[in-house]
C-alpha cells in the first residue's frame, strides 16, 4: 500500500502562485508515475500534470507554460508549481500514484485525500 498526503492547496487572487506537494509513504519502491488531477466545480476529474520516475513530464493544454511538475525521488515527494493562475484552476488538487507495471498516463492506484486550491479574480 502507498499512502499520499498533499499539502500547500489554499486561496489565491488571479495572477498568483501556489505551491503543491504530495508525500508519498509505504511500499513506495514499485511507484512509476505520478500525477496531479483536479475536479472544479461541477466538471470530472482531469489530469492536469504528471511525471515518470525519469522526469519525463505531460501537461494538460489547459495548464501548459503555467504549471511545473518535479519530483524529487529521495524524498518521495512529488510538486506542483502553480504560476499565474487563473478562477478556472479553481478545484481540489489529488495527488496520484501509478505501481507496478507501466500504464501510460492515465492510470493510477493511489490516491490522495485532495487539497482545495480557490483562485478568485
Known amino acids: 500500500q502507498v499512502q499520499l498526503v498533499e499539502s500547500g492547496g489554499g486561496l489565491v487572487q488571479a495572477g498568483g502562485s501556489l505551491r503543491l506537494s504530495c508525500a508519498a509513504s509505504g511500499s513506495i519502491f514499485g511507484i512509476n508515475a505520478m500525477g496531479w488531477y483536479r475536479q472544479g466545480p461541477g466538471r470530472q476529474r482531469e489530469l492536469v500534470a504528471a511525471?515518470?520516475?525519469?522526469?519525463?513530464?505531460k501537461y494538460a493544454d489547459s495548464v501548459k507554460g503555467r504549471l511545473t511538475i518535479s519530483r524529487d525521488n529521495a524524498k518521495n515527494t512529488v510538486y506542483l508549481q502553480m504560476n499565474s493562475l487563473k478562477p478556472e484552476d479553481t478545484g481540489v488538487y489529488y495527488c496520484?500514484?501509478?505501481?507496478?507495471?507501466?500504464?501510460?498516463?492515465?492510470?493510477?492506484?493511489?490516491w490522495g485525500q485532495g487539497t482545495q486550491v480557490t483562485v478568485s479574480s
Open positions: 511525471i515518470t520516475s525519469g522526469g519525463t513530464t
Open positions: 496520484s500514484a501509478q505501481s507496478g507495471a507501466v500504464r501510460g498516463w492515465y492510470e493510477y492506484d493511489y
